[in-house]
């Protein structure tokens, strides 16, 4: 069998992946409710690009460019791990604590934005855009029992704070 893994070359993902596949746990497919989870959180995203907010903080320079390249590489790869990587094991359906949680923070997200756009622009609604979604995603990595989607998460979150914080709040 050919299998093709994006993301896994570096030296903790190659030897995760091929963890993963060796002990039958993981399997290749394609799980709709994770790209759907993406494009959701990404509509607030597309709406700012297209129609800045009045008084946009969110359009300065970045200070921390190596920061942002590694989050959008493990963006990357937490987007096709969420999407591609499935656990033979995870229940289906998917519990409904990890549902609420992921639907709370896609709320909490997204009442964010609404707050930026109203122009209240503070240090809480900064961390809500920075934290909201890589919860939203780590509840749904964990609710589908994909350790590969949570370490990705992870890595993107802790890059997303940075990020947030440096940029924005110091």
Same mark, same amino acid.
């Given at each position: ?61 970045? %200070?921390? &460019?190596? @920061? ?12 096709? =791990? $969420?999407?591609?990587? +499935? ?43 920075? %934290?909201? &979604?890589? @919860? ?12 590969? =989607? $949570?370490?990705?998460? +992870? ?16």
């Amino acid at each position: 069998m050919k299998v093709l893994i994006t993301g896994g070359t570096g030296y903790i993902g190659s030897h995760t992946i091929i963890e993963m596949i060796e002990t039958g746990k993981y399997k290749l497919g394609f799980d709709m409710w994770g790209l759907i989870l993406f494009f959701i959180i990404m509509i607030p995203n597309c709406i700012w690009f297209a129609l800045p907010a009045p008084n946009d903080l969110l359009r300065s320079e970045s %200070v921390t &460019p190596t @920061v942002d390249i590694i989050a959008s590489v493990f963006q990357v790869i937490m987007v096709t =791990a $969420l999407c591609v990587i +499935i656990n033979k094991r995870r229940q289906k359906p998917m519990k409904r604590i990890f549902i609420i949680g992921t639907a709370a923070a896609v709320v909490f997200y997204v009442t964010g934005w609404i707050l930026y756009y109203a122009g209240i622009v503070h240090t809480v609604i900064i961390l809500d855009l920075c %934290v909201a &979604p890589c @919860v939203s995603f780590a509840l749904f990595s964990a609710g589908r029992k994909n350790a590969a =989607a $949570l370490l990705a998460v +992870i890595v993107f979150t802790i890059c997303h704070i940075i990020y947030g914080i440096a940029n924005f709040i110091i």
